[in-house]
């Protein structure tokens, strides 16, 4: 992820318009009618604007009123929270981070939103449903409790300069996890050796600040066969033996590439930017982040730009394709909305997958359309070898949504950062990686028995 306030590189001008494809408001109103609305503001000032203007247009279509704020990300978080305590709350707001989804239906502080979801569930990939699909404890039910607007997968970014420079070529490496990475630490040993001191191969955010450790875990234990340590019913399968074993893993190839200098010292104390200011400062060769910000933030820079390379998931160790993890960012509907039928409005107007998917072309595609077919139908997502092969893995190749939609629980598992307090007990403590993942298990079974779910 990285934060950057303004990108005069993106398009100054906006051509979201909604033609006859789009369908006429979903409310008929004797009389204008007001929803509140806390919106968190756009990696680009050009994503500001999109927003306002489907606001503006929805208004125009519907005789409603959207009452909205753009909020910075980090205060957004606050606001929302503190709302969501106090019991004075807007009538929408996007799930931030994505994870309060899960947290706030569980807790029953949600509006089921089944209806809006409805208007385009047809189109939905079975991801964004099913990251929707909350729990409810205190109807000890699952519902549709967000409506899916955007997604986002980890991608690999890779300077193919300094892989040349090295003596390499990307055509080279190989297709399976593990040798794939190895394939990078060779290069570290080179470009030092040519002048380049403090060059690393990889970047790994081996910290327990913000939500990348948690998703760079995840990727490495779906990749060794781990998929299932939390299943669709919200049980924890940390018994599987094979869940187990790719835990061990996932926490043995980070903290031990770590442990042996080929990622930045200070990667254990990093935030989630400073892998892209590594990156982008050719500090290190490659990196596996979310989004294609990493590109887009060297947009302007056009020699730059066409120097990366974005490549997705190679294939697990034993060749079979790795599912992407999915971040969904729903959009939510708090209990105690004031306004809750225009705010349902707006959003089947806001999600229709016309409108959606312009907005998200705004930001040159750094998060996706939940919805396939729109993508398939529009070359532009295709014409940027970045962006196309962004596409190809979030939209097209297989995916799996984050553990949290399954069961809240997990959200507490990243938010404490289990899994990074492991690598770091390998890395600092010298304990074994069999050892860390005990402890952590101990920590998660505690943290999994205060959220039961009901099995039908």
């Given at each position: 992820?990285i934060g950057?306030?303004?990108?005069?590189?993106l398009?100054?001008?906006?051509?979201?318009?909604?033609g006859?494809?789009?369908?006429?408001?979903?409310?008929?109103?004797?009389?204008?009618?007001?929803a509140?609305?806390?919106m968190?503001?756009?990696?680009?000032?050009?994503?500001d604007?999109?927003?306002?203007?489907?606001?503006?247009?929805?208004?125009?279509?519907?005789?409603?009123?959207i009452?909205?704020?753009?909020?910075?990300?980090?205060?957004h978080r606050?606001?929302?929270?503190?709302?969501m305590?106090?019991?004075?709350?807007?009538?929408?707001f996007p799930?931030?981070?994505?994870?309060?989804?899960?947290?706030f239906a569980?807790?029953?502080?949600?509006?089921?939103?089944?209806?809006?979801?409805?208007?385009?569930?047809?189109?939905y990939?079975?991801?964004?449903l099913?990251?929707?699909y909350?729990?409810?404890?205190?109807?000890?039910?699952?519902?549709?409790?967000?409506v899916?607007?955007?997604?986002?997968?980890?991608?690999?970014?890779?300077?193919?300069?300094l892989?040349?420079?090295?003596?390499?070529?990307?055509?080279?490496?190989?297709?399976?996890?593990d040798?794939?990475?190895?394939?990078?630490?060779?290069?570290?040993?080179k470009?030092?050796?040519?002048g380049?001191r403090g060059?690393?191969?990889?970047?790994?955010?081996?910290?327990?600040?913000?939500?990348?450790?948690?998703?760079?875990?995840?990727?490495f234990?779906?990749?060794?066969?781990g998929?299932?340590?939390?299943?669709?019913?919200g049980?924890?399968h940390l018994d599987?033996p094979?869940?187990?074993?790719?835990v061990?893993?996932?926490?043995?190839?980070?903290a031990?590439?770590?442990?042996q200098?080929y990622?930045?010292?200070?990667?254990?104390?990093w935030?989630?930017?400073?892998?892209?200011?590594a990156?982008?400062?050719?500090?290190?060769?490659?990196?596996?982040?979310?989004?294609i910000?990493t590109?887009?933030?060297?947009?302007?820079?056009k020699?730059?730009?066409?120097?990366?390379?974005?490549?997705?998931l190679?294939?697990?160790?034993?060749g079979?394709p790795?599912?992407?993890?999915?971040?969904?960012?729903?959009?939510l509907?708090?209990?105690?909305?004031?306004?809750v039928?225009?705010a349902?409005?707006?959003?089947k107007?806001?999600?229709?997958?016309?409108?959606?998917?312009?907005r998200?072309?705004?930001?040159?595609?750094?998060?996706?359309?939940?919805?396939?077919?729109?993508?398939?139908?529009?070359?532009w997502?295709f014409?940027?070898?970045?962006?196309k092969?962004?596409?190809?893995q979030?939209?097209?190749?297989p995916?799996?949504?984050?553990y949290?939609a399954?069961n809240?629980?997990?959200?507490?598992?990243?938010?404490?950062?289990?899994?990074?307090?492991?690598?770091?007990?390998?890395?600092?403590?010298?304990?074994?990686?069999?050892?860390?993942?005990?402890k952590a298990?101990?920590?998660?079974e505690?943290?999994?028995?205060?959220?039961?779910?009901?099995q039908?």
């Amino acid at each position: 992820m990285i934060g950057l306030s303004r990108r005069s590189m993106l398009r100054s001008s906006l051509a979201i318009t909604a033609g006859a494809a789009l369908a006429r408001p979903y409310i008929a109103n004797a009389a204008a009618t007001t929803a509140t609305a806390w919106m968190v503001q756009g990696f680009a000032h050009e994503e500001d604007v999109a927003m306002k203007k489907i606001i503006a247009d929805y208004e125009k279509e519907s005789g409603n009123t959207i009452d909205y704020t753009i909020v910075p990300y980090a205060p957004h978080r606050q606001k929302v929270i503190s709302a969501m305590t106090s019991g004075a709350v807007p009538d929408l707001f996007p799930a931030n981070p994505a994870e309060v989804a899960a947290l706030f239906a569980w807790q029953g502080k949600l509006v089921d939103v089944s209806d809006v979801v409805a208007t385009q569930k047809a189109h939905y990939n079975n991801t964004a449903l099913l990251s929707a699909y909350c729990y409810n404890n205190e109807t000890k039910q699952r519902g549709f409790y967000g409506v899916p607007s955007t997604g986002a997968t980890f991608i690999f970014h890779i300077w193919n300069s300094l892989v040349e420079k090295a003596g390499y070529k990307l055509s080279d490496a190989p297709k399976t996890w593990d040798a794939f990475w190895d394939f990078f630490k060779p290069m570290q040993n080179k470009l030092r050796a040519q002048g380049m001191r403090g060059v690393y191969s990889m970047g790994l955010q081996v910290t327990a600040n913000g939500v990348d450790p948690n998703a760079l875990f995840d990727n490495f234990l779906i990749a060794y066969g781990g998929k299932d340590i939390v299943t669709t019913d919200g049980r924890l399968h940390l018994d599987d033996p094979k869940v187990k074993e790719a835990v061990i893993k996932a926490l043995t190839y980070p903290a031990t590439a770590y442990k042996q200098g080929y990622v930045p010292a200070g990667a254990i104390n990093w935030n989630d930017a400073d892998d892209n200011n590594a990156f982008h400062s050719r500090q290190i060769v490659m990196d596996l982040d979310g989004t294609i910000s990493t590109e887009v933030a060297m947009f302007a820079d056009k020699e730059a730009y066409n120097d990366i390379v974005t490549m997705g998931l190679p294939l697990s160790n034993d060749g079979k394709p790795v599912p992407s993890q999915l971040t969904v960012v729903d959009y939510l509907i708090p209990k105690g909305a004031k306004n809750v039928e225009v705010a349902k409005d707006f959003l089947k107007y806001f999600i229709q997958p016309e409108i959606n998917n312009e907005r998200l072309k705004v930001g040159l595609g750094r998060n996706v359309p939940m919805t396939p077919a729109i993508v398939k139908a529009d070359p532009w997502w295709f014409a940027d070898p970045h962006r196309k092969a962004y596409t190809e893995q979030s939209v097209f190749g297989p995916t799996v949504p984050a553990y949290w939609a399954f069961n809240p629980a997990y959200s507490e598992v990243q938010n404490t950062h289990v899994w990074s307090a492991a690598w770091a007990d390998i890395m600092r403590n010298g304990m074994a990686p069999e050892a860390a993942a005990e402890k952590a298990f101990k920590q998660i079974e505690t943290i999994f028995a205060k959220y039961p779910i009901a099995q039908s």
